[in-house]
């Protein structure tokens, strides 16, 4: 049996998600893994499940027990980064474990990634318990155990250039900007900066976007992969994500957007700190 870490780095779960923390547990079982959950899975004081030190030291303990190859954080929110300044990256990187996690633990997939050169998974695993689309499942396990590589390959269609080729980087972009000026964020020389968001209309995704390129991001990056912005093309469709990131990122960058890669339940996976290549 494959043993996996079960984590929770960013918000504490509500007791409403444990029948799909259930119906996950049933999954991974059925796929022959044994999942391994933290104790500081369900909020108790507000957000927390516990202290940014207590849920950074479940992460490490899943990186120091030998038996377990995978770490799943099941979270999302506003959170993670406060675990970064107590994790022991000499660690991780000694025992580069993939951590898989979307959404806020995009602060702490770069954060690793920027520290050790280690890659991890912008993907959610809950999305096993709420997909209803069977063919998720089975590249996931798929991947999981090395068999294909389906769940890293979503279908992009090119906005302008050729090819994005190179190391990706980012994931919500929202929850990246909170690593500007610190430590764990990235270089992003000849990378390709992969971006989404859940929530933000078009004043906040402009404002993110003029952050990312007042820091020099755009001419630094080989290319741009979007994946969906839930919000913004929910309520404002005629106005693109594409469309505004041109207005910051130019005619020259290349620009690739995908709706597999995001929130939704049927999304596929990217690997942050590994190497991409997408052509036309």
Partial sequence: MKKVGIVCCSNGQTQD???????????LRQMGVTPVYSDYIYSRDSVFSGSAKERA???????EEEDIEEIFDISGGDIANEILPFLDFSIIQAHPKRFWGYSDLTTVLN???????????????????????????????????????????????F????????????GNIRCLLKLAGTPYWPDMRGKVLVLEALSGGTPQIVTYLNQLQQMG??????GILLGTFTQLDREEPHLL????????????????????????????????????????
Avoid: W
């Fill in 217 to 222: 991001v755009f001419d630094q990056v080989q």
């Fill in 241 to 280: 994500a594409e469309d505004l990131v041109r207005r910051c990122g130019g005619e020259r960058i290349a620009l690739a957007r995908t709706d597999e890669i995001g929130h939704g339940y049927d999304a596929r996976a990217i690997q942050i700190g590994q190497k991409i290549r997408i052509r036309r």
């Fill in 111 to 157: 954060g690793i990634y920027a520290k050790t050169g280690v890659s991890g998974v912008l993907y959610q695993v809950k999305n096993l318990a709420r997909c209803q689309e069977k063919k998720r499942a089975e590249e996931f396990e798929q991947a999981l155990f090395g068999q294909d590589r389906g769940l890293f390959s979503p279908k992009c269609r």
């Fill in 159 to 170: 906005i302008q250039g050729e090819e994005l080729k190179g190391i990706a980087v980012g």
């Fill in 57 to 63: 030291g479940a992460l490490m303990a899943c990186y």
């Fill in 17 to 27: 998600m444990k029948p799909v923390l259930d119906r996950l547990q049933l999954f």
